[in-house]
């Protein structure tokens, strides 16, 4: 700081598009240019120029940077729709804003707030594993949310099988943040999930859009991946020298194969798991889950599913993925070409290549909720 003190450095920084839904790879640069302006400036302000909130994902990647930045953020606009939405999920404490207060009576915001894990390496006690972890009541509070967002949106709930579902989800989710996140602090990773609903007033009616995001914080897919089966790595390698050619302009072609084939079923890195012929079927689950509610008879929303890790980030629209009706006792690959072809590339469109390293995974989505198709396929 001292040597701040001598050029007194300020910058300001506007951030307009920020979402790695939409815009992934300029929405990570925005996030470095934060990094450079909190290690290089005595004074920085940040113009968050949104209307509206529009990935709750890159908001959670800044508020997990936030706990280990520098105070030297002087303020900056926000939008008030933006502002609700980090009041609602309590996000303003980890983002150390001052915002307005809101009349939380109005039902136009539905919030799941913030559930996170304790900093990795961080824990004394000699039980911490005997004792029951934050990750065993996330998934029945994310239930209960749900809940709320179908019943204000088409008066539906989850079924059991539904509820079982999101909880299978969020466990295996953050069971492997805590797993593989961090592999220098084994079962110690750290991890961050949040999402709402927001009604929104259009000429055609109202709109009930959702967001919801699940962020581990450490190593990539690309880099734990490699940990696997040698039987698993075999076949990673010979898909990734299959099509490293048709990435040529990407320069990190095998890091998103890796991580392509790594959201694959059974692809783990649990060698008694694979051994047993079982798990690697997280990502399927995600994928379901997704499909089951971002559903449309029309088409008029534009569902997306981005995966950010390491310099990879998978940008999905669901109209991209294969019907998603697996089976359970048979593999259910999703290979991101509209052939879902392993022999094929991944879609040009689906890659996208960033410029800087993200350290760990995000997992957001958004879409709308289709009160018809809800209702259609309600006993499906």
């Not at 980890?94 to 915001?109: E, G, M, N, T």
Request: charged fraction near 25%; proline fraction near 4%.
């Amino acid at each position: 700081m001292a040597s701040r003190l001598r050029s007194r450095s300020y910058k300001k920084i506007a951030v307009k598009n920020f979402s790695l839904l939409r815009n992934p790879v300029a929405t990570v640069d925005l996030l470095a240019e934060i990094v450079r302006a909190e290690s290089t400036c005595l004074e920085a302000r940040i113009d968050f120029l949104d209307d509206q909130c529009l990935d709750i994902g890159a908001w959670l990647v800044f508020a997990a940077m936030r706990n280990d930045m520098a105070s030297i953020f002087s303020g900056g606009k926000i939008s008030g729709s933006v502002s609700k939405v980090i009041h609602a999920l309590r996000l303003q404490k980890i983002l150390r804003f001052s915002l307005q207060s809101f009349d939380d009576a109005k039902d136009d915001v539905w919030a799941f707030p913030v559930r996170a894990r304790r900093a990795a390496g961080t824990s004394t006690s000699p039980t911490q594993h005997l004792v029951p972890q934050a990750k065993e009541r996330v998934g029945g509070a994310l239930c209960e949310a749900i809940d709320q967002w179908l019943g204000a949106c088409v008066q539906q709930q989850l079924t059991l099988h539904g509820r079982r579902g999101v909880k299978t989800i969020v466990g295996e989710c953050l069971d492997n943040a805590e797993r593989h996140s961090r592999r220098e602090f084994s079962n110690d990773g750290d991890w961050m999930i949040t999402g709402f609903m927001a009604r929104r007033t259009l000429a055609s009616g109202p709109s009930f859009e959702v967001q919801l995001a699940f962020l581990s914080v450490g190593a990539s897919i690309s880099e734990t991946v490699k940990e696997a089966h040698p039987e698993i790595l075999r076949g990673m390698e010979d898909y990734v020298a299959q099509h490293r050619q048709n990435l040529a302009n990407h320069s990190r072609a095998d890091e998103h194969l890796r991580t392509v084939y790594a959201l694959q079923d059974n692809v783990t890195c649990d060698h008694e798991a694979h051994l047993r012929g079982g798990g690697g079927t997280g990502f399927r689950d995600i994928l379901c889950f997704f499909g089951d509610l971002a559903g449309t008879d029309d088409g008029s929303s534009d569902p997306r599913l981005s995966i950010v890790s390491g310099r990879t980030c998978l940008h999905v629209a669901l109209d991209r993925l294969p019907e998603l009706s697996p089976v359970k006792s048979q593999k259910f690959n999703i290979w991101f070409n509209p052939a879902n072809d392993p022999a094929l590339p991944p879609d040009p469109e689906v890659v996208k290549e960033l410029a800087t390293d993200f350290r760990g995974t995000l997992i957001t989505m958004g879409f709308t909720l289709d009160p018809g198709y809800l209702e259609r396929s309600i006993n499906g």
